[in-house]
């Protein structure tokens, strides 16, 4: 990774914020369960079909804000991180995870072989998806070996659909007739559960799909019994006589020469040259490897800061909540101490017309009524009692908000003591 500068300016460092956002792909799989991020420029760099793909779309958008969000389909998520490390790194060097799937494909118990197939029929999808044939031709062949009786409907499912939208030279170029004709066994077995749901809409979805297994195992068998002629297949013989095959690792990452090539370097470099050392592989590896562990890093990071904004803007939501609350039951209370001093006047009053009225009824010069003074000191303790009752009921409804404005008060405490 190049090392940034130490001095920027705030508008390049804007524009370079801007680039690395642009330079970052997110890959969506396992109907959005699953998110990977890959460098752009990375993966133009070492795959065509990402430079043909994100050139198109560029050219599409005119320069139009586009999103750098791409959906993998029929490809599960480490599946698709082995493609897209393969994709990612220089010569497709980064095969550590598509080597490991493969090799759990081989070397797994006939238990848990269905679940393996399923993953190498996933790294298989995703190398056809990113044009990666050789890589597709080598998975290709490792589910021609896993196929079963409980596993060639899967494997004629993925068959089929790329066998309906490919061209057959691409077909012939990822390892899809190989595939096919390893299928043919178990699907011409009688009662090989043809007769099943699964079986008739498959058959139904694609009518032609017993003459595409009739044919590729019929191109298979006349090519494993025509001779071997080419210069190339009989030294790969002597190697393999010797015991001396050559591993998947070397057959992917070894570059292609013309005969012409390699006879004119035989001819220029003596064969007791010795090989210049490579002292920068183990450095680019470890680079490489700081690169990815920092990426992943990166990725854990935003996921916890975006956990942490979530969790601040609740915690904001709330506290505006609350203190909304307690401005609220603030004016209630302002509102019932009015009306409680109001009530207290009227107590007074009608206490001072109590005692007015007794002194009144105590004189001996009156001229009014026994029944009429009777009447009215009843009239005058209804109103006392109605008076003392809205009173009490009062002073019950201020001991309860008080108590709730004390509370809130403590939660406003809290959060602030919180935040600060």
Not at 144 to 163: E, I, M, P, Q
Not at 195 to 208: C, D, F, H, N
Request: aromatic share 6%; charged share 20%.
């Amino acid at each position: 990774m190049a090392a940034l500068a130490t001095s920027v300016s705030p508008k390049a460092g804007r524009s370079s914020a801007i680039d690395d956002c642009d330079d970052v792909v997110a890959f969506v799989v396992d109907n959005g369960q699953h998110t990977m991020y890959f460098s752009k420029r990375a993966l133009m760099n070492h795959t065509p079909f990402f430079r043909a793909y994100f050139t198109e779309h560029a050219t599409a958008s005119a320069g139009e804000s586009s999103s750098n969000t791409i959906v993998l389909r029929y490809v599960n998520p480490r599946s698709a991180e082995a493609a897209l490390r393969l994709c990612h790194s220089a010569n497709h060097a980064d095969d550590e995870l598509f080597l490991s799937l493969l090799r759990e494909c081989e070397g797994t118990d006939a238990a848990r072989q269905p679940e393996a197939l399923l993953a190498v029929l996933s790294l298989y999808a995703a190398c056809v998806k990113f044009e990666l044939h050789a890589h597709a031709r080598v998975a290709s062949t490792t589910a021609a070996r896993a196929v079963t009786k409980r596993t060639v409907y899967d494997v004629l499912k993925t068959c089929a659909r790329y066998a309906t939208t490919l061209s057959p030279e691409t077909q012939r170029a990822v390892g899809l007739d190989a595939l096919l004709a390893a299928c043919h066994a178990f699907v011409r077995v009688p009662g090989a559960c043809q007769g099943e749901r699964r079986w008739r809409r498959l058959y139904a979805q694609y009518p032609k799909l017993s003459e595409m297994v009739a044919a590729a195992s019929a191109a298979s068998a006349a090519s494993a019994a025509a001779p071997s002629t080419s210069t190339a297949h009989g030294e790969s013989s002597a190697i393999a006589s010797a015991g001396n095959t050559p591993s998947q690792r070397r057959t992917l990452l070894s570059p292609r020469k013309e005969q012409d090539t390699i006879e004119e370097s035989a001819v220029m470099i003596p064969q007791s040259a010795a090989l210049l050392p490579d002292v920068f592989t183990g450095h680019l590896r470890q680079t490489e490897g700081l690169a990815l562990a920092a990426q992943w890093r990166c990725r854990a990071m935003s996921a916890e800061v975006a956990a942490l904004r979530e969790s601040w803007a609740a915690l904001e939501s709330t506290t505006r909540r609350d203190e909304a609350a307690a401005t609220e039951a603030t004016l209630y209370l302002g509102e019932v101490r009015v009306y409680l001093q109001a009530l207290r006047r009227a107590e007074a009053e009608v206490q001072r017309l109590c005692d007015a009225a007794a002194a009144t009824c105590a004189a001996p010069s009156l001229p009014t009524s026994a029944s009429t003074l009777h009447e009215l000191r009843y009239i005058l303790q209804h109103a006392s009692e109605c008076a003392a009752e809205r009173k009490a009921h009062v002073d019950e409804l201020l001991a309860i908000e008080q108590g709730a404005v004390r509370e809130l008060d403590a939660e406003l405490a809290q959060l602030r003591g919180f935040f600060c």
